[in-house]
């Protein structure tokens, strides 16, 4: 996983194609945030989304005892703050699970073109 700090860029072709196959921004955002990379690609699939559903519903539980236990204390905003991440990547990465896949072709900070990952299978015919 590379970590992308800086701002994506969608390119008009990106942007056309991805509202054409039903996949909003933060999807792709996700992607690029946990998907393995292949050459310019970044790949989620259903297995990858289903452990991140399951790593993020443990973390959500975790970070909820943790508020409650501090939660007389300035630092539960911050808890709060990194619940509410949490709980936006967990709907992510159940979308995720529900679309079979995603993948996201990169050209460096320029998002070129999304595509579900089983229909990548379905078109090549692995």
């Known amino acids: 996983m590379r970590n992308l700090n800086h701002e994506i860029i969608f390119t008009n072709h990106a942007v056309k194609r991805s509202n054409q196959r039903g996949i909003p921004k933060d999807l792709i955002a996700y992607t690029l945030k946990v998907g393995i990379t292949s050459g310019d690609k970044y790949i989620v699939t259903r297995k990858i989304a289903e452990q991140e559903v399951k790593s993020l519903k443990n973390q959500i539980l975790r970070f909820e005892a943790l508020r409650k236990k501090f939660k007389q204390y300035a630092v539960a905003k911050l808890i709060t703050k990194k619940l509410e991440?949490?709980?936006?990547?967990?709907?992510?990465?159940?979308?995720?699970?529900?679309?079979?896949?995603l993948v996201v072709v990169i050209d460096g900070t320029h998002v070129i073109t999304s595509y579900d990952y089983a229909s990548h299978f379905h078109r090549s015919g692995y």
Do not use: I, P, T, W
């Open 85 to 101: 991440e949490l709980k936006n990547d967990l709907s992510a990465a159940k979308r995720l699970v529900s679309k079979e896949g």
